[in-house]
């Protein structure tokens, strides 16, 4: 065997070393992270006219979180849904596209976890499952539609990671020194609710507040099953 000079130990030395780096990094990427766990699917049912889901929403974070409870304290949207030719998704986040003139309490329902605690819930929805918000009019009512079976859904729940009740105070604060028509309104919502939410653990917030954009989500792929939905047609 031929030996191996000093000046080719060092450049298999470097090889080495880059490699370990470079595979290093990859299983850094790779790994999932905690959103990636926050949520579990307890049970799905599908029936002649209606879809049970039931899940579960823990906080795997070292801190308080706050996640979205319901869209629609008014009750007639348990969750926003988009239909596409090969999946359903399911939203239950409130930092919705809009495109239609909002009405005076379209407010949504965020509930406090603490570190390793968890919540269970209930989205129920009529079949067939069509696009559906409660602040995006998708203009479809005079569209032709078909019903088509799609195997596979996308359920997302909406979660503040950062401190909401002091990114509350925050807007309210610079409603005080910037005033506009939004932070005044979300001045009148938020200052009984913030007092509040120190002791239910519930606070709630109006669509129109700006910091809607800072709400991050956490999905889950559901696959294997059957479910009825509405798609519009081309004419």
Not at 100 to 105: D, R, V, Y
Not at 186 to 210: D, F, G, K, R
Request: negative net charge.
């Amino acid at each position: 065997m031929k030996n191996i000079n000093h000046n080719n130990k060092k450049t298999i030395c470097v090889i080495l070393f880059a490699c370990s780096v470079l595979l290093n990094g990859c299983r850094q990427r790779s790994h999932p992270s905690k959103a990636f766990h926050m949520i579990k699917v307890q049970n799905i049912e599908v029936t002649e006219k209606t879809l049970t889901l039931d899940y579960q929403v823990s906080n795997p974070f070292a801190h308080d979180i706050w996640i979205c409870e319901d869209i629609d304290i008014n009750g007639r949207y348990d969750a926003e849904t988009r239909v596409n030719a090969e999946t359903v998704r399911i939203k239950l986040c409130f930092n919705l596209e809009c495109n239609i003139l909002l009405e005076e309490g379209i407010m949504a329902k965020y509930l406090r976890l603490s570190p390793g605690e968890s919540h269970s819930g209930r989205i129920l929805l009529n079949l067939p499952i069509a696009n559906a918000s409660p602040v995006y009019d998708f203009h479809e009512d005079r569209k032709i539609h078909k019903q088509v079976v799609l195997q596979s859904v996308v359920f997302e729940v909406g979660y503040f990671e950062e401190d909401l009740l002091n990114m509350l105070s925050d807007s309210i604060e610079k409603g005080k020194r910037e005033p506009t028509n939004e932070e005044l309104y979300v001045e009148a919502l938020m200052l009984e609710e913030i007092q509040q939410a120190h002791s239910h653990n519930t606070v709630y917030l109006p669509h129109l507040w700006s910091g809607l954009r800072m709400e991050k989500s956490a999905k889950v792929i559901i696959t294997d099953v059957n479910i009825p939905c509405s798609i519009v047609v081309d004419e």
